[in-house]
């Protein structure tokens, strides 16, 4: 009599199906293990701004700007907007890569009778440091004038400021050529009208100049975006490998809740329809612009006030060509941060989620801040609800590529939580924690700077700007030997779990058709 042979099959199946499962898991544990030991912050929060040791001070200080010196790598420089308790704006540095910070005097037009707003800062090639702002003038504090000033010596004092632009400048920002020493670039949206918290007619348009002897002059400005798009804002600029300037921008589309400013300046849910994000490209130094569309249907996650809108983070991979743009999506039900990436100028991008947060769990991601270290590694900080199930209570978190271009798990930053309701406009639940935040990355660490309300209450609308130092290993994501005999353990359980489940399949064929072969036969 033959004995039936069922029952050793199906157990030869379930055997090479866990030799496969643990093989997986091997894979999986041996990878996250690298996310876990790649990075850790070093020092814990350090404040920026010097208010930050007053306990009576009521200063909101936001939208950092940090950028690094190329000559002098421990010399750092922040700029910040200050909304509380007037408006005004604050440039502070430091010559020991962070671990102190002094305060610089910011010398203003006109014996000091207007108020400095809105900065930006950037280090040019030969390590002269330039502070772009706008001035506000009058009751209404309307921005009339953009300017540049420049500093020889670390940022400890800086120049008379030069006139770059007239009118209602708005959204100031300012990128320095990382290969041509003195020269420089300015975005602005320039507004025709404005009216109380918003814009009240369309087609106001990103203009944009140049600057080639350190914004002592600057060439005629030119229109960066299409006119056809006519809801345009905040535009962030970055310079490509070759030198071709970029310009990534918001295309409101029919949104008038936000742009006309029909929330009146109250807080609520977003916009229903979608936005575009658009990037702008200029290989003449900057005299003619060609459109592309990164997304096509961005969904927005917050209200906000369209004169300070939040900003699309842009860096560039100049090593390897690669440009990549940042801001948050909300197509998933809930505000995720998002990067888009292109390796042809624009032409075609890859959209990837950063945050490693479950799907639609409710909380907030929002205002992601990249910047590319020169080994390549692709940093993202932004804040973060996760830890709050009622989505107020922020923390600061950081995520970096991985070699297989995926982001590896969260780093938090910040070693408090702190109130996302505290700042100006809070009182009209539309708190304003800022445009950006600011991050410089090195192969070996990168510095964070951001908003932080935990010395702030509802009554006093404090901010102060806090740092954190991160340490990756070798400067990057990297794979242990432990863990590279990890995954090939891993590898080789699961090739036997296949080769087995194969087998099995091979035999049961042959048994049911015989003389016929499978798909697994090697016969075949």
Known sequence: ????????????????????????????????????RSASVVGGNLPVNVEAGDR?????????????NPSDPSNLAVASRVDEPDFSCALTISVDGGRRWLPTKIPLPGGGRSKCFAPD???????????SFVTLSGEANLPNAAWVASSTDGGRTLSRPKRAAQGLVFQLRMVADPEVPRRLYLTWLAAREVALRRLPTTGNAIRSARSDDGGRSWRPSVAVNDFRRVRVLA???????????????????????????????????PYRGSWQLVLSRSEDGGETWYQRVIERRLVPTERFIALLPPFPSLAVDR????????????????????????????????????????????????????????????????YDRRADPADVRNEVSLQSSTADGGFGKRLRLSDRQFDSRIGFGSERELADLGSRLGLVSADARALAVWS?????????????LARAVVRFQNGEPRTSGFQWVGRAVGAALALAGLAMLCGVAVRQRRRARPG?????????
């Open 1 to 36: 009599m033959t004995r039936p042979r069922a029952p050793r099959a199906w157990l030869g199946a379930l055997l090479g199906l866990a030799l496969v499962l643990l093989g997986a898991g091997s894979i999986v544990l041996s990878t996250a293990s690298e996310a876990r």
């Open 56 to 68: 009576d001070a009521l200063t909101a200080h936001n939208s950092p700007a940090v950028a690094r």
């Open 121 to 131: 800062l950037a280090f040019g090639a030969d390590g002269t440091l330039y502070l």
């Open 235 to 269: 535009a962030s600029p970055a310079i490509g490998a070759g030198g071709e300037v970029y310009v990534a921008y918001l295309d409101l589309q029919e949104d008038r809740l936000d742009y006309e400013g029909e929330h009146e300046g109250r807080g609520g849910p």
């Open 319 to 382: 090593r390897r060509d690669r440009i990549h743009v940042g801001f948050p999506d909300g197509r998933l039900g809930d505000a995720d941060i998002v990067v888009w990436t292109t390796v042809d100028r624009g032409e075609r991008w890859t959209r990837r989620r950063v945050n490693d947060t479950p799907s639609g769990d409710g909380t907030t991601q929002n205002l992601p801040e990249l910047a590319v270290a020169p080994n390549g590694r692709l940093d993202v900080v932004y």
């Open 452 to 464: 932080d309300t935990r010395a702030g209450s509802a009554k006093i609308r404090r901010q102060d």
């Open 516 to 524: 016929e072969n499978a798909l697994c036969d090697p016969d075949t």
